[in-house]
């Protein structure tokens, strides 16, 4: 709660690694599409964020045991988790799709059978991919972050990944060593997630924000920084 005269500060929870949304640049500064969201929010809304970065699924979890107030994450707005979140309005739209390395035969879901396939914890990636693991017949290696997934997809150890095409297409323009073979699977969009009944104020604010950043051109100018046309 906010002393007299001070912003209150709101512990935000965030993951380690999901370029172009939260990811440390060359230079160690943690940046992202979600980081300069939820800084030009809370400054229009006159709140301070205490940044906790967790990792995806860690991040879902502190939101859900009450240790953080809010999570931005690239987190799918989706009916399952509306039982236990409350979301803003959506500010990204995303899907799933098939990662593979960039030298790879693999072309579709008909070729992962008896093979290896890369997730990360608690996505919805992993949660489509356990969703046709057994009518495509291949099995499942659990990471925390996706840099670890991907990089168990370039040497090999697995044949393919789940990711959002947004954040693998980012990296593949940064040089990842994989290649999108799959349209996008259940488009959903991405929105800021507070505990379901939960800072009601803090999940007010957000929208406010947004929407202020939207009419004011700053939203476009903030995807521009990080998304080439
Ligand atoms: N958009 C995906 C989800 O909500 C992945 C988010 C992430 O890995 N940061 O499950």
């Known amino acids: 709660d906010g002393a007299a005269g001070g912003a209150t500060t709101y512990k935000i929870a965030t993951d380690t ?37 967790l990792g995806f699924n860690a991040a879902v979890q502190a939101v859900e045991s009450g240790q953080a107030d809010g999570v931005i994450a690239g ?16 500010y990204f739209d995303s899907g799933v799709v098939m990662g593979v390395a960039k030298d790879s ?13 890369a997730i ?19 099995e499942t290696v659990v990471f925390d ?6 990089q168990e997809v370039a040497t090999g150890n697995s044949v393919a990944c789940f990711e959002d095409y947004p954040v693998l297409g980012y990296g593949i323009s940064q040089g990842l060593e994989l290649k999108i073979v799959t349209e996008k699977e259940q488009g959903s969009s991405y929105g800021f997630a507070v505990k379901k009944g939960e800072n009601a104020e803090l999940l007010k604010m957000f929208n406010e924000g947004l929407k202020n950043l939207k009419e004011s051109g ?11 046309e």
């Open 17 to 53: 690694t999901f370029a172009p949304f939260e990811f440390e640049d060359e230079e160690g500064n943690f940046v992202g599409i979600d980081m300069d969201l939820l800084n030009k929010i809370a400054e229009d809304q006159g709140f301070e964020v205490d940044l906790q970065v």
């Open 218 to 228: 700053e939203y476009d100018e903030i995807l521009d920084t990080y998304i080439a």
């Open 120 to 138: 990360k914890t608690g996505t919805e990636g992993s949660t489509f991919a356990e969703s046709i693991k057994d009518e495509y017949g291949f």
């Open 145 to 150: 972050d996706s840099n670890a997934m991907y």
């Open 75 to 90: 987190m799918s707005i989706t009916d399952e988790r509306k039982e236990k979140f409350d979301f803003s309005e959506a």
């Open 105 to 117: 035969d693999i072309k579709s879901y008909d070729d992962l059978k008896g093979k290896k396939v």
